[in-house]
């Protein structure tokens, strides 16, 4: 499944081509993607104009204008899903798609016909394979009470995530560090690879309880806000390569991300630890069904 830098990629590849854009008509070529689409999802999107898009951890945000707070349209990739820019004028789309399956028009399940001030005539194309992505129309003004935003953590990205913001979600927690990473109501938009990534920059142990980076008196350890500055590196780094790019994946224009040449123990199962002066073997474990990797004799 994309992770936050492939989202973030998709989000920063769309953002010219739908931002001040007007919605001309939403084209529907099913009811339903991962769960039925909104009632009246096309006829409350026509006619409005999206004022900005941003990303919530792992979805696409595009804040659309209406006679109210606003109308928030919230797009998850899920496993497949993948958008495209399509114009009369071919010089203007941001690159090719180098993956057929991506431009199977049998896939295209909604389109965004839009009328772009810099663009013109513009469509805007949710490719989906195996339909794992979903769409959700919410008041742009409550999102604290959208079912899918509303209960998500901090995101991995800024500043505000430091030892002293951890301390807090991972006190007294007997789980697993990986599984407190992983889930998105203490931390939103990390996904296995990149704390798989994280963790060995780091040089803590997946299997580690989470509490037991926090100290006695509700304070970080020291180890704790290495972890943190760990994991907004990886993602930032990540993010500028274009992301990972695994399996059914493509950057919002088609092109491949490359961060995956530079992982340090994400699928290297058997293969010497990349730390200077360490002798370790990248371990494979299993943790919650999913594959964790890591190094034994350096994360600890």
């Known amino acids: ?18 931002e001040g854009a007007l919605i001309r008509r939403v084209e ?17 999107l026509e006619g409005r104009r999206i004022e900005s898009l941003g990303r919530r951890a792992k979805y696409l945000l595009a804040h659309v204008a209406d006679d109210r707070a606003g ?8 496993m ?18 180098h993956h057929p399956r991506s431009q199977a028009r049998t896939h295209d399940h909604v389109l965004f016909h839009l009328d ?27 999102m604290e009470n959208h079912p899918h935003l509303g209960a998500l953590g901090i995101e991995p990205t ?20 990986k599984a407190a990473l992983l889930d998105q109501k203490l931390i939103a938009g990390l996904g296995n690879i990149y ?14 309880a989470a509490g037991s980076l926090v100290r006695k008196d ?29 399996r059914d994946y493509r950057q919002a224009d088609g092109s491949l991300g490359y961060f995956q040449h530079s992982f340090a123990v994400y699928d290297r199962e058997d293969a010497p630890c990349r730390h200077p002066g360490c002798r370790g073997i990248v371990a494979r474990i299993v943790q919650s069904g999913r594959s964790t990797f890591f190094c034994p004799a350096c994360q600890r």
């Open 1 to 18: 499944m994309p992770e936050l830098p492939e989202v973030e990629t998709v989000r920063r590849g769309l953002q010219p081509f739908m």
């Open 28 to 44: 529907l070529k099913r009811p339903d993607l991962r769960f039925p689409l909104p009632a009246g999802f096309a006829s409350r």
């Open 71 to 78: 109308l928030m349209l919230a797009m998850h990739l899920g």
């Open 80 to 97: 497949s899903g993948s958008f495209r820019m399509e114009s009369p004028e071919a010089s203007i789309l941001p690159g090719a798609f």
């Open 116 to 142: 772009s001030p810099e663009w013109g005539d513009l469509t805007v194309v949710f490719n989906d394979p195996r339909r794992f992505g979903y769409m959700t129309l919410h008041d742009a003004g409550d």
């Open 158 to 177: 800024g500043n505000a995530l430091d030892g002293g913001a951890l301390a807090p979600l991972f006190a007294g927690k007997t789980a697993p560090l």
């Open 195 to 208: 704390v798989c990534e994280a963790l060995w920059r780091a040089k803590l142990s997946p299997r580690r």
């Open 218 to 246: 509700g304070k970080p350890t020291a180890r704790l806000g290495v972890l943190a500055t760990e994991i907004r590196q990886t993602i930032a780094d990540a993010i500028e390569a274009g992301g990972s790019s695994l």
